[in-house]
């Protein structure tokens, strides 16, 4: 009999975790437990891509109405219910958390609803008492959303909380500028709130293209969205109350709160306690019926034994993991968003792949990071893959081709928003380094074009490729002259 009673203990049900335990179990043939806390799906499914994309939909039903009167429909737009749509997002996640349960059972993959704490490099002790050992265990247990340390945070939500709203608030301050604050802040513009945005930095969407950024944020302050650049949150408070944190009313200390307790609890229960009063870096105070912090998140490794068996943790609290996954302890492996490399689904799944690969199927593969496509779903949305054009000109000579211009469908309505498509070629090589698109269902060209860029296209393999007309991404085919050239 083995001294273990696994082959495999993966802590964690979101997509990597997931991924991994059913292949392993499914295709090699290996015996896997699973352990997770909370809900199967994890952020993806449960508190992230998935609810939010939704909600993305949802929020873009309002302007067609507008966009179809144009078009000579007799349409009158209509007022948003959030109760009928919560309902029927929240029943669509718990489908879709059956549909993962039972793609675990139907793989064999024995399941536990439990947390669980790594004990030594082989034992993982269960919430339930329980302990198992494995051979190998999988840390696939995702990350979490932080508010910045500041008195009074705890009044702010954070994006795990926005599916439990009750009611939408009138108005909203979203703090921060990347993926998670300004896709909400367009879902919620769109669903009718009135939303403010502080970004502490010059412009939002850090690392990204700059004229890329530039225009989702112009067409974010055009859609309504009162974006502030180089503006954060000094204090808050409930109004009434003095603002500051240094003990007066309002502040931690008044409400009895002990210090440890202050960063928990989300906003969302209090949301209905009166607006928060915020004071902004430049000293301007404004009411708000919620504040959305959208300031990053971070690995989930806490009190989960890692430090004690050796395994070993960056700054930001990830477990450090070699090009196949596998941490300083050989038994314990990392995936998805708690090795803090790229946070993106997809990638979790890639990295759950690449380790039972192996892993299991004895075929040494490490992930491939490289030329990932995402998108950032703004309105218009953000679709981009390889170097922005600032990155490639820190590397090596290189023509920027781009090109602006209002497209047909919306321009016909009288709507002066533009889209962008850039292109940024390697003078010497040829070669396609960057692709940024900024349009409607720009997610779903970038893909495409990902395939090409990932192949090392050159610009004359796009050059060659005729043009679909008429299309707005046409034109990634039709850019005869170079921009500029650096
Ligand atoms: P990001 O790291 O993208 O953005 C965090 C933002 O908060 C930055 O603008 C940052 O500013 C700002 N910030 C950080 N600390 C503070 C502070 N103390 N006060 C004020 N502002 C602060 O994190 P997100 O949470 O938006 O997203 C996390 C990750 O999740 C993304 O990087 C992405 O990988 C993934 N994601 C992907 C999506 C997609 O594919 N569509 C959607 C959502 C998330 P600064 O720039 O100055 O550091």
């Not at 067609?64 to 078009?71: G, L, N, V």
């Not at 008195?151 to 926005?162: C, E, F, R, T």
């Not at 609290?317 to 314990?332: A, D, F, H, M, T």
């Amino acid at each position: 009999m083995s001294e273990f009673d696994y082959d495999l203990f993966v802590i964690g049900g979101g997509s990597g975790g997931v991924r991994a335990a059913r292949v392993a179990a499914g295709e090699c043939g290996a015996s896997v437990g699973l352990a997770e806390m909370d809900r199967y799906g994890g952020t993806c499914v449960i508190r992230g891509c998935v609810p939010k994309k939704l909600m993305v939909f949802a929020s873009e039903y309002g302007a067609m109405a507008d966009e179809a009167r144009a078009y000579g429909w007799d349409m009158t737009s209509g007022s948003f219910d959030w109760s009928a749509f919560h309902g029927h997002l929240t029943s669509e996640l718990d489908r879709l958390e059956a549909v993962y349960r039972s793609l675990l059972k139907n793989s064999g993959v024995e399941t536990f609803d439990a947390r669980a704490e790594i004990v030594d490099p082989h034992t993982v002790k269960l919430s339930t008492g329980e302990t198992r050992r494995a051979k190998h265990i999988l840390i696939a247990t995702g990350g979490r959303p932080v508010r910045p340390e500041m008195s009074n945070a705890h009044l702010g939500m954070v994006s795990d909380d926005i599916f439990h709203l009750e009611k939408l608030p009138k108005s909203l301050l979203i703090v921060g500028g990347g993926y998670i604050a300004c896709e909400f802040a367009g879902i919620m513009n769109g669903l009718g709130v009135e939303v403010t945005q502080f970004y502490r930095g010059a412009q939002i969407l850090r690392g990204f293209d700059e004229e890329a950024r530039g225009l989702v944020a112009e067409s974010m302050r055009d859609r309504g969205i009162d974006l502030h650049v180089g503006t954060n949150v000094l204090e808050m408070g409930r109004k009434g109350d003095a603002s500051s944190g240094d003990g007066g009313p309002g502040s931690d200390a008044a409400m009895g709160m002990p210090a440890q307790e202050r960063d928990h609890g989300a906003g969302v229960d209090e949301a209905g306690d009166g607006p928060i009063r915020v004071k902004s870096t430049h000293g301007h105070e404004r009411d708000f019926d919620a504040v959305l912090f959208a300031t990053g998140r971070v690995p989930n490794t806490a009190d989960m034994g890692l430090a004690a068996v050796g395994v070993e943790l960056g700054r930001n609290g990830q477990v450090v993991v070699n090009e196949y996954s596998q941490s300083s302890v050989p038994s314990i492996y990392a995936i998805g968003d708690v090795t803090d490399r790229v946070a993106l689904t997809p990638v979790a799944i890639r990295e759950g792949m690449a380790f039972v690969e192996t892993v299991f199927k004895g075929n040494p593969t490490p992930v491939d990071h490289d030329l990932i496509p995402s998108a950032i779903f703004t309105q218009p949305e953000f679709g981009t893959v390889g170097l922005s054009e600032e990155a490639a000109r820190d590397q090596e000579p290189v023509e920027i081709y781009c090109t602006s211009f209002r497209p047909m469908q919306s321009a016909f309505a009288g709507s002066d928003e533009r889209v962008m498509m850039k292109l940024v070629v390697s003078k010497e090589s040829r070669k396609v380094l960057g692709c940024h698109i900024v349009a409607p269902n720009a997610g779903e060209m970038i893909q495409l074009a990902g395939i090409a860029v990932k192949m090392g296209a050159t610009k004359e393999d796009f050059d060659r490729t005729v043009a679909v007309h008429p299309t707005m991404s046409e034109e990634i085919v039709t850019m005869r002259n170079p921009v500029r050239t650096a």
